[in-house]
């Protein structure tokens, strides 16, 4: 549907992207990730013109679009994006926000646009919104969703989604993300720069990782986030998709810790409930780590399912093998209590004098 050869755009002398070359396919789901800053959410404006590029090829359907200005509004209306951000027309209600642009630039008939329309809003879970007005949408995530559904009122062949979930409550992105998961699974083509790890896992066909306006590295979803081939995708992959800490020192930060387990519960959309018991568990395992060596030396690291659901701290500690919730080891048994308390599943290994907790923490 789209390729992209030797794209270029520069801010004056400042280059911003460089020498991008992609491939879209029909059908495809291809996400964007990297580093802030590396050019991502230029790359899509560029492909749909909202910026100009400073050189290089797009063809859309086999129409360079650069050297055909004057179709570019048929070219366009291809390719709908969704911004991070979206403020309807204040005075007509949702439905009407939804048929204006198909009635008078697709010469759809009024009723048959307010019957897509309506389509269209239950199949992002607003039906009930239809005579609604900007105002009265109860949150930045029902103003995201309406704003899909006007994207696809333009029946696109593609959709440019530009990290959404920035511009939304942390415990609001699963229902946007849930929306996107349907349209993909519906064959839509789409082109998403996502911050959200386990969604571009879940959905992409294809992965491209960026870096200082270049893509850096490119490939299957599987090959990404999995065995990734170069250094800086491999350290972005892994710092992103878990939350790590080294407690080296008895004067360890634990305010540190616990707003690192507060961020990384809440981009993953988990209440207060779980990032409460989380900061507990995990000061109950420091605890009697330290009532039981005499150093502190130890690695905490969080990782979150999307797919399962799960929540999973591990715990990692050197020296002779001792399980610190085994209470015929363990003097502390108020402590091995609230941690077991909380934990679905617990399970305790030992290898090169290594000692690994792993809980799975309840829902």
Known sequence: MIRVENL???????????????????????????????????????????????????????????????????????????????????????????????????????????????????????????????????????????????????NPEIILFDELASALDPTMISEVLTVMRNLAREGMTILVVTHEMDFACDVSNQVIYMDEGTIYEEGSTHQIFNNPQKNKTNRFINRIRSFHYQIDSPNYDLYSINAGIKKFCHKHALGDEIVNKTQLITEELIELYKSNYLEIKAELTLAYSEKNRELTLSFLYKGDKKNLLNSQEITNEIAIKIVKNYCKEISFSYSNRQNILELVLKK
């Not at 949408?137 to 559904?149: N, P, T």
């Open 8 to 154: 270029a755009k520069n801010y004056g002398k400042t280059p911003v992207l460089k020498n991008i070359n992609i491939n879209i396919n029909q059908g495809e789901v291809i996400s964007i990730i990297g580093p802030s800053g590396s050019g991502k959410s230029i790359l899509l404006r560029c492909l749909n013109l909202l910026e100009l590029p400073s050189s290089g090829l797009i063809m859309v359907d086999g129409i360079d679009i650069m050297k055909n200005l004057q179709k570019i509004n048929k070219l366009i209306q291809k390719m709908g994006m969704v911004f991070q951000s979206y403020n309807l027309f204040p005075h007509p209600t949702v439905l009407e926000n939804l048929t204006i642009s198909s009635i008078k630039l697709l010469n759809i008939p009024k009723t048959e646009a307010e019957k897509n329309a309506l389509l269209l809003l239950q199949l992002v879970g607003l039906g009930k919104k239809i005579n609604s007005y900007d105002d009265e949408l109860s949150s930045g995530e029902q103003k995201q969703r309406v704003a899909i559904a006007l994207c696809l009122s333009m």
